[in-house]
């Protein structure tokens, strides 16, 4: 049960504070709204953020080295380590599903041609079988995606 301020209670010492409490939370909520919502706030508080953002801008630089050094001394990753590896990982995640489509789509078109093998017609011994022939390209592809990775990035020799 809320009272409203009309219907202060005349045994409640505090009735009458809560009730001018409350008005004037509820006038300068209605003031601020309106001082905030002008252009001339807007840009004073663009003006201020750029300002901080220009002065502290070398001392965030100077902080990340530092941090970066520290973590390598500790031979601990840094975030620029862990970038790395997530964008590794999502491309070997890509990588396999890929694969695992091409091995499904082999597995679905192929069944015949595994069929016709096991009925006697023999493969020369060291040909590639129609599988393997099919996935060379995909071989290949990792092959070029991994070598312009870079390497490992923890074989690295650091300072």
Avoid: C
């Amino acid at each position: 049960m809320t009272q409203r301020p009309d219907d202060a209670n005349p045994f409640d010492p505090f009735g009458t504070m809560r009730s001018m409490r409350d008005a004037n939370m509820e006038a300068w909520s209605k003031m601020m709204q309106q001082f905030v919502n002008t252009q001339e706030y807007s840009q004073a508080t663009s003006a201020m953020l750029d300002a901080y953002h220009t002065t502290s801008a070398p001392f965030r630089k100077a902080i990340e080295q530092a941090m970066t050094q520290v973590l390598q001394q500790f031979n601990m990753p840094t975030r620029m380590d862990v970038t790395n590896l997530a964008d590794r990982l999502t491309n070997i995640e890509t990588r396999l599903d890929d694969l695992d489509a091409q091995l499904s789509a082999l597995q679905r078109g192929g069944g015949a041609a595994t069929g016709a093998q096991g009925q006697g017609q023999a493969q020369a011994p060291g040909a590639p079988s129609d599988a393997a022939a099919s996935m060379d390209p995909v071989v290949e592809q990792l092959s070029e995606t991994d070598s312009g990775q870079g390497g490992n990035p923890q074989s690295e020799e650091r300072p």
